[in-house]
């Protein structure tokens, strides 16, 4: 008998960052999000193909034989880059093969569906939480039956985008294993030992051990959970997920990671969650089936620093035994009355060194991130900022305090707030792609002169600092490294004499730019500001 063939679903993933401009992202991001979707269709026998434009050079090759006689194509980004790029790709694809479908989701496209619509490049944008309804789309597109009743989809109707009904957020437990069996891991992890010249975005200190040995760096990443329960306005993430979080279970997360490791091998594992530690338990719970396993790998993951400041001694505890070796913490902004104004709410005073010296003090990193030039937001509230990320650089060396322009991201509160203040958003999906370059430039917020070279000037310190702290004692090391200590204690950056001390210190011992490079170069905390 013979066997009818299955029909191709193809995934594409776009570059995240411009590989023609000499950047690339870190390789140990993995194309979870194209993973999760295919697990209904994988289940129930589709042919589903994964092309990630990150570890496939010929992408656009491969996508063009595999478009020919498939059921449709589905991609998936955030902002920044992933926009235009995709939109390259798809309007070459449409183009090549005008009949067939393209489907696309994401934390962008989700809420700006009509970009994607009106240009042609998208029947249908799944919005939010994809799974389900990219399964019930499959079926819609193969049986012939209309989208309009596949719930979760925006469409292009008479002219104007249709919204198909609500879809709510639901757990893990729904979905079918992940068919890891589509990812071809050895790829990443060529990638993130074989990096080339080009500048790595994205990319997490690894572990102290890892770092000084020559073992061979085998990153993973994974979802444990979708959503967040913050209110942040910065972020799309409550229109999205309607401030929803489901997460995979302690001990169950436990279970399914190490049969990954079994595997794959990873020694590091990267939690892809917008927010890891929500729950004390749950967090305890994977902490202890680490323990008791000897903790086979290194992992991090995101908490709030409110999260940490009220965890138990002992749960902290836990994060250090079971080789956690890096927590990423947003502060976002260093007055308290923009810390109302954002909703984060955090008690400066209080919580945010206590939360980062009970982290810190195990000898785990902390990475923690901050935001500056909000809609309305004041010079002093900037500097502010700019002065706490310094004192915190300085009082825990090593440990990245990431100062970031802000961006208004379609879908957030502080959008509506930027556009009432005149901000002109981008018009196309180009324009999209390219808002999160990040330069010590005037830009279209209009951040005060001082604030822009107070700013330069801390994230020049804040590199030589780390720099003479990694790299050893020394007379002139410690010498260079108090002075740079004082200038974030003291928010002091005028007549940067150990910047010049050290240009000759490496002249002097006859370094080589190799060796200068690995020095200025530490390894900061530079999450994706859009998810």
């Given at each position: 008998m013979i066997q009818a063939k299955r029909k191709r679903i193809v995934l594409f993933l776009p570059h995240r960052a411009n590989p023609e401009e000499g950047v690339r992202v870190s390789a140990d991001l993995l194309p979870l999000e194209l993973l999760q979707i295919a697990t209904f269709p994988v289940h129930a026998g589709y042919e589903v193909v994964l092309v990630d434009a990150m570890v496939h050079d010929d992408y656009l090759e491969r996508l063009m034989e595999l478009c020919d006689g498939a059921l449709l194509l589905a991609s998936s980004c955030i902002l920044g880059f992933q926009v235009s790029h995709g939109a390259e790709v798809a309007r070459a694809v449409r183009a090549r093969f005008p009949s067939l479908p393209i489907v696309w989701g994401g934390w962008f496209p989700s809420v700006v569906p009509e970009l994607y619509l009106r240009e042609?490049?998208?029947?249908?944008?799944?919005?939010?939480?994809?799974?389900?309804?990219?399964?019930?789309?499959?079926?819609?597109?193969?049986?012939?039956?209309?989208?309009e009743d596949v719930a979760g989809l925006a469409l292009w109707r008479d002219g104007k985008t249709h919204y198909t009904a609500h879809r709510a957020v639901v757990g893990f437990e729904s979905f079918p294993r992940v068919p890891w069996?589509?990812?071809?891991?050895?790829?990443y992890v060529d990638r993130q030992n074989n990096p080339g010249r080009a500048k790595i975005r994205h990319k997490l200190p690894l572990p102290h051990e890892l770092r000084e040995s020559k073992v061979q760096v085998r990153g993973f990443s994974f979802f444990s959970s979708y959503g967040c329960p913050e209110p942040c306005t910065f972020c799309c993430s409550p229109l999205v997920t309607g401030r929803r979080w489901k997460a995979i279970p302690g001990k169950q997360l436990a279970e399914e990671i190490f049969a990954l490791h079994d595997r794959y091998k990873f020694n590091v594992l990267r939690t892809q969650d917008a927010n890891f530690g929500v729950a004390e338990k749950r967090s305890n719970e994977w902490c202890d089936a680490l323990i008791e396993a000897k903790a086979p790998f290194?992992?991090?993951g995101t908490y709030e620093i409110e999260t940490i400041a009220r965890y138990k001694e002992e749960s902290c505890d836990r994060l250090r035994d079971s080789k956690c070796h890096l927590i990423v913490l947003g502060a976002e902004a260093g007055s308290q009355a923009q810390q109302a104004e954002i909703k984060k709410k955090i008690d400066l005073d209080h919580n945010l060194e206590f939360a980062l010296r009970r982290i810190y003090e195990r000898d785990i990193q902390t990475g923690t991130t901050w935001i500056i030039g909000y809609p309305g937001e004041?010079?002093?509230?900037?500097?502010?900022?700019?002065?706490?990320?310094?004192?915190?650089?300085e009082r825990f060396p090593g440990s990245a305090s990431d100062i970031f322009p802000f961006r208004a991201i379609p879908g957030s509160e502080e959008f509506e707030k930027a556009l009432a203040y005149g901000y002109q958003p981008p018009t196309t999906l180009e324009g999209w792609g390219s808002c999160l370059e990040y330069k010590y430039a005037y830009d279209d917020i209009g951040l005060p002169l001082?604030?822009?070279?107070?700013?330069?000037?801390y994230g020049a310190t804040?590199?030589?600092?780390?720099?003479?702290?990694?790299?050893?004692?020394?007379?002139?090391?410690?010498?260079?490294?108090?002075?740079?200590?004082?200038?974030l204690r003291n928010g002091v950056y005028t007549l940067p004499l150990e910047q010049k001390a050290f240009d000759l210190y490496v002249r002097f011992t006859r370094q080589t730019e190799a060796d200068k490079i690995r020095l200025d170069r530490t390894s900061g905390v530079t999450p994706n500001p859009s998810a």
């Open positions: 042609g490049i998208a029947d249908a944008v799944g919005l939010g939480q994809g799974e389900i309804t990219f399964w019930e789309l499959v079926q819609a597109i193969d049986n012939g039956t209309p989208l069996e589509l990812l071809d891991f050895e790829l290194w992992w991090n004041s010079k002093e509230s900037m500097l502010d900022t700019i002065r706490l990320a310094a004192q915190m650089k001082d604030v822009l070279t107070a700013w330069k000037r804040a590199t030589f600092y780390d720099g003479y702290v990694r790299e050893g004692s020394g007379l002139v090391r410690n010498a260079l490294r108090k002075i740079s200590g004082w200038r």
